[in-house]
């Protein structure tokens, strides 16, 4: 089974080569697919030297910072594009083990899994080094989820799972609108309504120990207020498998 793992970047110097050669390490083969918004920190130099030395590493770069949403569609299609079994989404900033990623893809490969979602709150809260206010911002958004939509899914918000490419196949007949973390949410609503397995992987997250954090107040109010329209919608949609 072939594997990649998408990884958006902006301003990401600090963090980027240790990433990729953490999974390039692991005992499971990894393809990498950082998608690049312009860091004008030079994040995306360091990733052409790095091509030179891992032949798993790829690069998609863009014009501007365009958000989340969009460069996480950007890599699906070349991923899809290029026929890969495993479709994974993963920060660069070490919030998301890397080891962890060999346990995305035993949930999907050996459990049967169509989405597993590395998850902060399955097992109670696994997050280390966040202020108690965002630790609560997350958590509760996730509740909030799960009473507008109805899904059993913990960690609504979570960015790092791995899709089977049917799955991808299948979401992108269906108009995703959120461009922020309201994205993440809409992914898996989609999923969940088209009736695929998901399962929750228990991770611990931790903060970032390099470079700045891109969340805002306006990524969790895109998400506040898109997750009514997006139940709204379902309501009138019909949610069909190729």
């Given at each position: ?51 030179k ?12 910072k ?5 460069a ?11 026929g ?16 962890d ?6 949930a ?29 911002m ?29 799955v ?10 959120s ?13 969940w ?50």
């Amino acid at each position: 089974m072939s594997n990649i793992v998408i990884i958006p970047t902006y301003k990401e110097r600090e963090n980027i080569e240790a990433i990729i050669k953490a999974i390039s390490s692991l005992n499971v083969s990894f393809d990498i697919l950082v998608i690049d918004d312009n860091s004008p920190d030079g994040t995306a130099s360091i990733v052409k030297e790095l091509q030179k030395s891992f032949s798993n590493l790829n690069l998609v770069e863009r014009s501007g910072k365009l958000g989340l949403g969009t460069a996480y569609t950007t890599g699906f299609k070349w991923a899809l594009d290029k026929g890969y079994d495993f479709i994974y989404e993963m920060d660069a900033d070490f919030s998301h083990d890397p080891l962890d990623l060999v346990r995305l893809f035993n949930a999907c490969n050996d459990q049967g899994a169509d989405v597993a979602i590395g998850s902060r709150y399955i097992s109670g809260v696994n997050v280390v080094d966040w202020p108690l206010s965002r630790v609560l911002m997350s958590y509760c958004a996730s509740i909030y989820v799960r009473i507008i939509t109805g899904m059993k899914i913990m960690d609504t918000t979570a960015g790092f799972v791995c899709y089977r490419k049917e799955v991808l196949e299948n979401i992108k007949r269906v108009h995703i609108r959120s461009k922020g973390y309201g994205f993440q949410i809409e992914m898996k609503f989609v999923a969940w309504k088209l009736g695929y397995k998901i399962i929750e992987i228990p991770i611990i997250f931790t903060d970032r120990k390099l470079g700045s954090s891109k969340m805002s107040g306006g990524i969790f109010s895109e998400a506040f207020i898109g997750v009514p329209r997006m139940k709204a919608k379902s309501l009138f949609s019909k949610y069909r498998r190729n």
